[in-house]
């Protein structure tokens, strides 16, 4: 079975600097990878997604992440942070046909 | 990718009582899937939706406490049974396609 181990359940970081945010993962299997982001009070949205080829993902609002197989890591970055990317991000693994398993979560918290 | 409809999106029950959840999809999937969001906290894995046949629940949950159906391809339920404060939490559906997966508004229940 597959897990996910977010590293940091809060980051606080100023805004226009750059921040990381760190995913780990466990399988016995190729893996997708997947970031989401959760604004308060409202669903999950897609950031970006591994499922395969390049290992440098960009998705949207500026972020990026990098697929490292021999780390087993998906962090997830972005070079400068805006007040309104304030939100809850989660990582989550799948393999194929099987459904999505998530981390804990990270709060980011941008601070003017 | 699939877009969802997931009603309601909110509720407010009392203890004892039950909730249905309907999710209804714009296109035939073959992987349906249901979480819970407890305040503050990630997404856990309910159940996997199975057309036809019986779902399969995660460890913690049981089919007493969470019957899901799923008549056809395109439309799943869940009902949450015999209320308690406990179960106040965000419930989503979710689809699984080769691109991605896709997850329901959610529906945000409160026990009182």
């Known amino acids: 079975a597959q897990s996910v181990t977010q590293l940091d359940s809060q980051v606080p970081v100023f805004e226009e600097a750059p921040v990381e945010l760190r995913c780990n993962y466990s399988?016995?299997?190729?893996?997708?990878l997947f970031w989401y982001v959760q604004y308060p009070n409202q669903g999950l949205q897609l950031l970006l997604k591994?499922?395969?080829?390049?290992?440098l993902v960009k998705g949207i609002n500026g972020f990026e992440a990098e697929f490292n197989k021999s780390q087993t890591s998906f962090h997830l970055r972005k070079p400068s942070v805006h007040i309104s990317d304030t939100a809850e991000y989660f990582c989550a693994v799948s393999t194929r046909n099987t459904p999505l398993v998530f981390g804990k979560g990270t709060r980011l918290s941008v601070i003017a | 990718s699939a877009v969802i409809s997931q009603k309601p999106s909110r509720d407010i029950c009392q203890r004892g009582t039950s909730l249905t959840i309907q999710c209804q999809v714009d296109s035939q999937v073959t992987m349906m899937f249901w979480y819970r969001q407890q305040p503050g906290q990630s997404l856990t894995l309910i159940a996997t939706?199975?057309?036809?046949?019986?779902?399969?629940?995660e460890s913690g949950f049981v089919i007493d406490k969470f019957p899901i159906s799923r008549p056809n391809l395109t439309f799943s339920t869940l009902t949450v049974s015999n209320l308690s404060p406990e179960d106040s939490s965000i419930y989503l559906c979710?689809?699984?396609?080769?691109?991605?997966?896709?997850f329901g508004s959610g529906t945000r229940l409160t026990v009182v």
């Open positions: 591994y499922l395969s080829g390049s290992t």
């Open positions: 939706a199975n057309q036809g046949s019986e779902a399969t629940y």
């Open positions: 399988s016995s299997v190729s893996v997708y």
């Open positions: 979710s689809v699984g396609q080769q691109v991605g997966y896709t």
